[in-house]
């Protein structure tokens, strides 16, 4: 099955087909199309959310890590991309203004698939589609097999469109990773400077000790190059509060740690601040 994406609709809403998919059908004019699959009957589609967005064509079978159709294990073949309008009236149907069939509430397995859905998206760097899913009430704070979220995730690697959403939708700041970690102390591995802005700003815990022994800026001394963006990535924590006095398990300090390894700069970088 392949999925098709119309955005061009001034309000949509997640409709789950007979696959139970999320997908995305107009509320709006029904006039500019919609957003279900090829294959889809429109009378039997759930209506679930409804959001006001507007969007741009896109192929959702096309996208890489992120794509719907190719994460859920559909067909790799290129979309065949039509415009779905709504379904004729019947010859017992009369030419009404057409009404909004009412909101029904998900139930929970609907509600996981659809934060998995959202994960995976988070997964791909997918920004609008995360927004979407977001607003279809996909949770930023569920979580995959692998203990990944949409916030935790967007975090480690950076994606920092994807965690101003997560944030603005209520992300747990204080939320581990399958590592114990907190979402700042890979993003401090791998210097990643602005992310690390917004984690500290977000009230992300800053001396938190993960599984492996390492805080935030133990990791950027422990796991970094100790470049210049780890440089910068410990000098961000310092100044907002972060103990360098925290040993990792062999009883050493970051400062201890960053000379051992031969990080000169990122040595003195710390001890400007002991």
């Known amino acids: 099955m392949v999925f098709i994406a119309y955005r061009t609709m001034p309000a949509a809403a997640v409709v789950l087909d ?4 999320p997908v995305f059908r107009t509320t709006g004019d029904p ?3 919609a957003l279900m699959s090829k294959n889809q009957n ?3 589609a759930t209506e679930i ?3 006001g967005h507007g969007r741009r064509a896109l192929g959702i079978g096309a996208l890489s890590l992120a794509g719907l159709a190719v994460l859920a294990g559909c067909s790799m073949a290129a979309p065949e991309a039509k415009l779905v309008g709504p379904p004729a009236p019947s010859s017992t149907e009369s030419a009404s203004p057409e009404t909004t069939a009412p909101e029904a509430s998900l139930t929970a397995v609907e509600q996981d698939e659809l934060d998995q859905w959202l994960i995976r998206a988070a997964k791909g760097n997918d920004v609008e ?3 979407d899913l977001i607003a279809a009430g996909g949770d930023v704070n569920a979580k995959d097999d692998l203990e990944d979220s949409t916030f935790l995730y967007a975090g480690a690697e950076g994606f920092n469109e994807v965690l101003e959403l997560a944030l603005e939708d209520g992300a747990d700041v204080e939320s ?3 590592y114990g970690g907190t979402a700042l102390i890979p993003a401090s591995e791998h210097g990643y400077v602005e992310t690390v802005k917004m984690l500290i700003e977000a009230g992300v815990p800053l001396d938190h000790v993960n599984n492996p022994g390492w805080t935030a800026l133990q990791e950027a001394v422990l796991l970094g190059d100790g470049g210049p963006n780890q440089q910068e990535a410990a000098r961000l924590l310092l ?3 972060a103990d360098p006095g925290i040993t990792d398990p062999q009883g050493r300090t970051a400062l201890e740690n960053a000379r051992r390894l031969g990080f000169d700069e990122l040595a003195e970088a710390i001890a400007a601040h002991q």
Not at 18 to 21: A, I, L, Q
């Open 176 to 178: 581990l990773n399958r």
């Open 129 to 131: 589609l995360v927004r």
């Open 31 to 33: 006039q500019q199309g």
């Open 49 to 51: 959310k409804a959001t």
């Open 18 to 21: 007979d696959g139970r998919k």
């Open 42 to 44: 429109p009378s039997t």
């Open 239 to 241: 100044a907002a509060g």
